[in-house]
């Protein structure tokens, strides 16, 4: 039986193919990938290409030949289901994650120096953490016409010596202390930046507040030891 050792499940596809290649009136060129159970129970998967000749005209066309090749591709499968299996973690990350999330690409003026970047790819974290809406496409100066330079400067750097940076530091445009992760992403010619950040305006805030006590505390302290003095 010529589909004995075809996988089960790809009987079907096999013997459709296989009937359209032979058919009398237009028969199509015989181009599947299927699976086959080696006498070991292995699982292979085959690329197959194929032809059929015929001979003949009209009710005495007749099926002569059938000519083809077999190459097994059971490698590049796996390595197409590892490549699959990666982009379907990734996406799974990248969607479920509570910190913001970016891919920018920089650019760059006349003297070199970084002056703009566009939003290629945000997460769904960007928007809550940012606040800024729907910036996949578009470029910082847009979003955010009065951007300090120092942010062109520090992700500059980032680019230009291939070294990740933590540090924390305020948006004034946008009202918010954030915690960014920036790293080289792709190769230096791609100018490709990806950051992670994080809104920590509650915690500063908070902080601020706390110096700001402890400081009159400090001046209440200092103003009591003043006045037993005398």
Not at 82 to 111: K, P, W
């Amino acid at each position: 039986n010529a589909l004995s050792d075809i996988h089960p499940d790809d009987h079907a596809r096999v013997s459709a193919a296989g009937a359209a290649a032979i058919r009398i009136e237009d028969p199509q060129p015989y181009v599947i990938e299927y699976r086959v159970v080696h006498a070991d129970g292995s699982i292979h998967w085959v690329d197959v290409k194929g032809r059929a000749s015929f001979d003949g005209q009209g009710a005495d066309r007749k099926l002569t030949a059938f000519a083809g090749t077999v190459a097994d591709i059971t490698e590049r499968k796996a390595a197409q289901q590892a490549i699959r299996d990666s982009e379907q973690r990734y996406t799974m990350l990248f969607t479920s994650m509570d910190q913001g999330f970016c891919v920018m690409q920089l650019h760059y003026d006349d003297n070199d120096q970084p002056v703009d970047w566009t939003y290629l790819e945000v997460n769904p974290a960007f928007e809550k953490q940012s606040g800024l809406k729907n910036v996949a496409g578009k470029r910082a100066s847009e979003l955010l016409p009065d951007l300090e330079p120092h942010w062109y400067k520090t992700y500059g750097n980032v680019l230009r010596t291939r070294r990740a940076v933590r540090y924390m530091n305020e948006v004034r445009e946008l009202d918010k202390w954030i915690e960014v992760y920036a790293f080289p992403a792709g190769e230096p010619e791609s100018k490709l930046l990806g950051v992670l950040f994080t809104d920590v305006t509650v915690r500063m805030r908070m902080e601020n507040e706390m110096k700001h006590a402890a400081q009159v505390l400090q001046e209440n302290d200092k103003r009591k030891n003043e006045f037993l003095a005398m």
